[in-house]
């Protein structure tokens, strides 16, 4: 057990998931206030990062308990190649539950936000992530782990740093917030729905219920596509209406019809990690725009 195996547990490469909704809503504060409570922003990167590692840790454990992840299929290698003991990963995201919490305590400190207000926001965010596979709800296996992922790592992700970072919320302006976050939370649902596509016929052997065992794999292809291509159309609003700045993120176009091929394809075993590559590189390109142009 070395320190390698601890990070690896962590799953860092879906951190993108989870800090960029969190550094829009920042620079939407930004772009409205014109000033961010550094020290605030910096909390709640750490406080989204924290809660994100338990949520990890928190599925890893359960799918290797309820024997979904296996040898032969886990992309999480830490417990079925015994990296890690189970309880050892049991305990981390304990730790980082805690760790969250203290973070969240210092960021209600020094936040101008209401107390209230952000604890709302934030006990939803950590109940979706420890509920999505732990009883009494483990939502992922009962067919409404898309729907938390969806509303998780956009809207509400982004809004909770738009108000810690920023202080306020101007009014009307919440609906701007969660629309300029749902092309993130689209592709993070296209990675999900791909994934489970892929493990489609080991989740119904398991008796594991996804929206891609309801749909089926054609209709879970027509899903995919329009997950991979609507933030374009949204950008191409955003374009007219805002700045033809938004029209960089289509760089990143030619590798959605790259993936939407190898779906149609039945190339699936890589396409997660394909469509997280994917996500990353629109996130970097999409992301920055918000402190340049005046929404």
């Not at 949520?55 to 359960?62: A, D, H, I, Q």
């Not at 604890?119 to 009883?135: D, I, Q, V």
């Not at 649902?189 to 089926?216: F, P």
């Not at 990143?252 to 149609?264: S, V």
């Amino acid at each position: 057990m070395d320190l390698q195996s601890y990070l690896l547990a962590l799953r860092p490469l879906s951190y993108s998931q989870s800090l960029f909704p969190a550094l829009l809503g920042c620079c939407l504060a930004y772009s409205d206030t014109a000033r961010v409570d550094l020290a605030a922003a910096l909390l709640t990167l750490l406080v989204v990062v924290s809660v994100h590692s338990a949520g990890n840790l928190v599925n890893t454990y359960e799918d290797y308990m309820r024997g979904i992840d296996s040898s032969d299929t886990a992309d999480d290698r830490t417990l079925v190649d015994r990296r890690l003991s189970a309880k050892t990963v049991q305990y981390m995201g304990t730790g980082f539950y805690f760790i969250g919490l203290v973070l969240f305590g210092g960021l209600c400190a020094i936040s101008r936000t209401s107390p209230t207000l952000l604890s709302f926001m934030f006990f939803g965010g950590l109940s979706g992530s420890f509920l999505y596979t732990r009883e009494p709800a483990a939502l992922k296996y009962i067919g409404w782990g898309d729907l938390v992922i969806v509303v998780t790592f956009g809207p509400l992700t982004t809004l909770f740093s738009y108000l810690a970072a920023g202080g306020t919320l101007i009014v009307g302006r919440w609906l701007h917030v969660v629309t300029f976050a749902l092309p993130m939370a689209s592709i993070t649902e296209a990675i999900l729905h791909s994934n489970n596509t892929r493990d489609m016929e080991q989740d119904k052997l398991r008796k594991v219920v996804t929206l891609a065992l309801y749909l089926g794999h054609g209709c879970s292809y027509v899903l995919y596509c329009v997950l991979i291509f609507l933030p374009f159309a949204m950008l191409t609003i955003l374009s007219t209406v805002f700045s033809v700045a938004f029209i960089i993120p289509f760089l990143t176009l030619p590798m959605a019809f790259t993936l939407e091929k190898n779906f149609r394809l039945g190339q699936l075993k890589a396409l997660p990690s394909q469509t997280g590559k994917f996500g990353l590189l629109f996130n970097v390109l999409y992301v920055p725009l918000f402190l340049y142009v005046v929404i």
